[in-house]
């Protein structure tokens, strides 16, 4: 005769469900605190657009000067990087909310044709960062002649 272990099916899902409910628990509290977690949005927030000649990437960058932006291009890449500098209060200031992230970031878009970098500009006004990142001749539509 073959001994099969048993194994107490009800009881797993009961162990499941109570740590699921500390994890609801815990993510609820944190989220009621004001505080976010590390990591858990994208900065800096972007859109990017195209017309016929270009590809228009704008970065939401409040707080951040030009001495601090890095951008660059590799293949149909644009990286962005920089650095978002904390402003510290003081020992004598207690925050109650502390949303604005600081510290490094790096972006990477991929754009979907190629680009012409040596054409690339950009430009930082009022916290937003635009740049005006010209297609390739090539990924230009062209009109086709018929004969």
Do not use: C, W
């Amino acid at each position: 005769m073959i001994n099969f272990p048993t194994f107490d099916l009800r009881s797993s899902f009961d162990e499941l469900d109570s740590m699921r409910r500390r994890l609801d628990n815990l993510l609820g509290n944190i989220k009621r605190s004001g505080y976010r977690l590390v990591g858990s949005g994208v900065f800096p927030l972007i859109n990017l657009t195209e017309d016929k000649d270009n590809y228009y990437l704008r970065a939401e960058l409040p707080g951040v000067t030009a001495a601090d932006l890095d951008i660059q291009t590799a293949h149909n890449d644009i990286v962005l990087s920089g650095e978002r500098k904390v402003t510290e209060e003081g020992d004598s200031v207690r925050y109650h909310r502390r949303e604005r992230d600081a510290g490094k970031f790096s972006r990477i878009v991929k754009l979907p044709t190629e680009i012409d970098s040596a054409k690339i500009e950009a430009k930082l006004a009022l916290g937003v960062l635009t740049v005006t990142i010209p297609k390739a001749e090539a990924a230009k539509p062209r009109q086709i002649q018929i004969k």
